[in-house]
């Protein structure tokens, strides 16, 4: 699948004139990419605390406050930005 998605890229690339175009093609396609990895990632931990705090509620009852420490969980592994 890889060489099957870097074959579809390089022949659009192919479409833009060597130099400035095709790189600003180049970097909004790895930018574009790096923001979808990054929407990916900040779901899937918003959805893992979520999950979490579903289980720990099925083995037991749970106080409002004790809850916050799953949202504080998730709130720690998402990236604020990855720019530098």
Known sequence: MLREIEANISKLAAEYRPGDEREGYLVRTSATVIVLALFEYTW?????????????????????????????????RT?????R
């Open 44 to 76: 899937w931990n918003i959805f893992q605390s979520q999950i979490n705090t579903l289980e720990a509620l099925n083995t037991k009852v749970m106080h409002v406050d004790d809850l916050n420490a799953f949202y504080e969980e998730g709130k720690a």
């Open 79 to 83: 990236p604020i930005c990855i720019c």
